[in-house]
């Protein structure tokens, strides 16, 4: 095989949907037929009205056999796909490090994906570290689970730390923290009692 990657904005969308939508009917096995076909028709309509993926095609004696998007805005893996007929060749390796190497020059510090299913262990043995588990809506309203990933591009903490947390244990400490301020502010001006009033004979006690 004599695999060419390069950008490839301006190439044939309608090639990479019929790639794309070929990939998704053989290769999707973890879905529901009626899944995987509202998922090709609203991955077509993404594929083609997507304005900001930067696109980069592996191409075989220029044939294309697989495609990869990203959108550096949102530091997103919108798109990996490899023919079927050339899988377990490399192929998908190759774009994903493409991609990410895109996706550092043009600053991003990380690279986030929403895998299916049956992609989730590839992203996994590349060096991607689950965040959660997710899902959306087709077009059909039928529900696609998918599995949230993320890889750091550069060393930074706070990056470790949303890998290590659940989203939702990240909100509950933030929502935590920023309680305590107002709570030792009461602490230290604690609320002024009524004053004592003593009548000459008897006692009142303080309310």
């Known amino acids: 095989m004599n695999l060419q990657l390069h950008l490839a904005n301006s190439f044939d969308k309608e090639k990479l949907v019929e790639l794309q939508s070929k990939s998704l009917r053989l290769l999707f096995a973890n879905y529901k037929p009626k899944a995987v076909e509202s998922l090709i028709i609203g991955q077509a309509k993404a594929r083609l009205k997507y304005k900001h993926e930067i696109v980069v095609v592996a191409l075989d004696k220029d044939e294309l056999v697989g495609f990869a998007c990203l959108d550096v805005h949102l530091s997103l893996i919108t798109a990996l796909y490899v023919h079927p007929d050339f899988i377990r060749q490399g192929i998908g390796t190759h774009l994903l490090n493409f991609i990410n190497k895109t996706a550092q020059e043009s600053g991003c510090k990380f690279i986030k994906v929403w895998s299916s299913l049956t992609a989730a262990s590839f992203y996994k043995t590349r060096g991607f570290k689950v965040i959660g588990n997710r899902g959306f809506f087709t077009d059909n309203n039928i529900w696609i689970p998918c599995v949230y990933l993320k890889k750091k591009l550069v060393d930074d903490p706070i990056l470790d730390f ?10 509950i400490i933030l929502i935590l923290c920023s309680s305590i301020g107002p709570i030792l502010k009461v602490l230290d001006n604690p609320l002024p009692t009524k004053p004592t009033q003593i009548l000459p004979g008897k006692t009142i006690e303080r309310e």
Do not use: K, Y
């Open 162 to 171: 949303e890998t290590l947390l659940p989203i939702h244990l990240i909100i």
